[in-house]
């Protein structure tokens, strides 16, 4: 079963360096729909390993000068707070019990859900914005917004370790259409690792993460994401990001049913 763990790992990474986002997406539903993984521990596990591969993509960033500090904190005086909010919930309410794991897989289903739709309109939207000025937030009213913001992601990322990736990226886009792709994807790498590191230390403190598996995903996703970062100069990004909508939004659906 390890080999299978490896593999699935490097498929993940291979799709998420050819793509940019995926990896709670894909990683999640994958360990419970096709290992049958519990969700509670699929969500801790998964936590556990963004943390880690974040903290990587987030030295790279930095040496680069694409992180926006400023944002990363407003988005983790939301964030930080609402993760340790969602796992006394969870720890209250009981995350191994059966009928908080169909929440958890519910929640899990209507995030990658909004996944699809952060991957398929974020062009759209961004026009929208940009087509008026005046639609863009300013002040306190920006400020307000990304704390929000982040408390909104902080609760999905905990509950389900989906939306720090393609969804965050797309709010930082709506709320700050001047920064660059770089510096979105940068800054939403940042904010992610202490809002991953908490929310999976919460679920160790839960008793939900796998640290086996944790290591084998471990193991494929690093040359998977080496690889498919060569490789997505080759592959059309509307063809890449179309794939990965059409096979999230047939996750959600298998997720629900």
Request: aromatic share 6%.
């Amino acid at each position: 079963m390890s080999i299978q763990y490896i593999l699935s790992g490097f498929a993940v990474g291979l799709l998420v360096g050819m793509t940019g986002v995926g990896g709670g997406s894909l990683m999640t539903p994958l360990l419970t729909l096709l290992f049958g993984v519990t969700p509670s521990v699929a969500v801790g596990t998964d936590l556990a390993f963004a943390s880690i591969t974040k903290t990587a993509g987030t030295v790279t960033h930095r040496s680069r000068g694409t992180v926006h500090w400023d944002i990363v904190g407003r988005l983790c005086l939301g964030a930080l707070p609402a993760a340790l909010v969602a796992t006394l919930a969870l720890q209250y309410l009981g995350p191994l019990n059966a009928s908080i794991g169909k929440v958890i897989r519910y929640s899990i289903a209507v995030s990658v859900l909004l996944t699809v739709v952060a991957i398929l309109f974020r062009g759209k939207m961004l026009a929208w914005v940009n087509a008026k000025p005046s639609r863009q937030l300013q002040g306190r009213g920006l400020v307000a917004a990304t704390v929000v913001s982040g408390a909104v992601l902080g609760t999905l990322v905990t509950i389900s370790s989906i939306g720090a990736g393609a969804i965050g990226a797309t709010l930082l886009v709506m709320l700050y259409p001047r920064l660059t792709p770089a510096e979105v994807a940068g800054t939403d790498i940042a904010y992610a690792v202490p809002l991953t590191a908490i929310a999976a230390f919460g679920h160790w403190w839960l008793g939900s993460i796998n640290w086996a598996l944790l290591s084998a995903l471990l193991i494929g996703s690093l040359p998977g994401i080496t690889i498919g970062s060569w490789a997505a100069r080759a592959v059309p990004e509307k063809v890449l990001r179309g794939l990965l909508a059409m096979t999230l939004a047939g996750v959600a659906v298998k997720l629900l049913h």
